[in-house]
């Protein structure tokens, strides 16, 4: 069963920095994975996308983050990343990763969700 693990999440300074990590587990049975994202929801607002990447490595990023985030992945590895650097307190939030994954004997590609990481920015 494929299931995607984030990690990385915690409490920061205003202007501090973090690392987001999310990997595909069960990885033999993994095809091909297309786009992976991450988004955010924070409190009593909806989720919104944050930051996508293409298989190919082509990046996209909501207003809010360009310039401050960067989404990469490691293909080997079937995981995703979010560096996160001068961090706002209006970036807390639980950000979720998404990837569509094909699976070995399947022909479609389907979402998978993280469980989500809390990120808080407080002095």
């Known amino acids: 069963q494929v299931q995607l693990v984030e990690s990385g999440g915690g409490l920061v300074q205003p202007g501090g920095s973090l690392r987001l990590s999310c990997a595909a587990s069960?990885?033999?049975?993994?095809?091909?994975?297309?786009?992976m994202n991450w988004y955010r929801q924070a409190p009593g607002k909806q989720r919104e996308l944050v930051a996508t990447?293409?298989?190919?490595?082509?990046?996209n990023y909501a207003d809010s983050v360009k310039g401050r985030f960067t989404i990469s992945r490691d293909n080997a590895k079937n995981t995703v990343y979010l560096q996160m650097n001068s961090l706002k307190p209006e970036d807390t939030a639980d950000y979720y990763c998404?990837?569509?994954?094909?699976?070995w004997g399947y022909g479609d590609y389907i979402d998978y969700w993280g469980q989500g990481t809390q990120v808080t920015v407080s002095s």
């Open positions: 998404n990837a569509k994954i094909r699976r």
């Open positions: 069960a990885s033999r049975s993994i095809f091909s994975i297309s786009d």
């Open positions: 990447i293409t298989s190919g490595g082509s990046t």
